[in-house]
């Protein structure tokens, strides 16, 4: 079992301070611990959690004791991702814990290679419930199970070690695989209204437009007539004079 040294904080200096000096500050607890402010190597705590994580419990060394912990939460920097808090959870002993245990995925599916599936993770850890030293690390799923499109993986085909109990209904399922669906863009819906109503009013202005002209040569012709009959009425009134 993996374990790391604390030391007993002084609240006194700042947090950032702490940091500067290659260690992190973190606190630890439990039902029938007090809370105690400690720091930890930053280096040496990366190495723990990455091998461990937030599920399998971990030997807390002090200058007064040792806990056995599981590392409860971590305070990681959204900029730099590394971590700059840790709570340690004192597990009381004797007494069994509940944790959320990652699933790791094995087997290939032949409903996802052969016939086009695609794979649905419904979960990605699931809870048990057992002795602080049966807490395994991971669960494997084994998606070779997966043969046919909508075959299902429920908790009960999740082989877990002894001394650990599933705290999730046996039905609940974790994976499945479903036939893949082409995706249909649909056209914009044309408003064939508004079309014809635009093509309607230009065919009106056309008319309009035909008509103006219509009659303004019509108003032209009419004027130009009467001079026409005038110049020839004179015409022959000159032609009647001179006879």
């Known amino acids: 079992m993996l374990s790391l040294n604390v030391e007993k904080r002084d609240l006194k200096v700042r947090a950032d301070k702490v940091r500067q000096n290659a260690r992190m500050p973190a606190i630890y607890y439990g ?5 105690t402010a400690v720091t930890v190597s930053m280096n040496d705590f990366k190495e723990v959690f990455k091998q461990v994580g937030e599920s399998s419990v971990i030997i807390l060394k002090d200058s007064e004791a040792e806990h056995e912990v599981l590392i409860h939460e971590v305070d990681i920097h959204p900029v730099s991702g590394e971590p700059r808090h840790a709570d340690f959870y004192v597990i009381e002993k004797g007494k069994k814990v509940k944790v959320y245990i990652p699933l790791v995925w094995s087997g290939v599916s032949p409903a996802v290679k052969d016939k086009g599936g695609i794979l649905i993770k419904v979960m990605r850890e699931i809870e048990v419930e057992a002795a602080p030293r049966d807490l395994p690390r991971e669960l ?12 299902t993986i429920h908790a009960k085909d999740i082989s877990v070690p002894a001394g650990v109990e599933l705290k999730v209904s046996a039905d609940e399922v974790v994976a499945s695989v479903t036939e893949a669906k082409e995706e249909v863009v649909e056209a914009p819906a044309l408003d ?21 002209g219509a009659g303004a040569a019509g108003a032209d012709a009419k004027g130009a007539t009467p001079a026409a009959g005038g110049a ?8 009647g004079d001179k006879k």
């Open 232 to 239: 020839g009425k004179k015409e022959d009134k000159k032609g």
């Open 31 to 35: 039902p029938k611990e007090a809370s």
């Open 192 to 212: 064939l209204s508004a079309i014809e109503v635009e093509a309607k009013g230009k065919e009106a202005k056309e008319g309009e437009a035909g008509a103006a």
């Open 140 to 151: 494997a799923v084994d998606i070779s199970k997966l043969i046919e499109l909508n075959d």
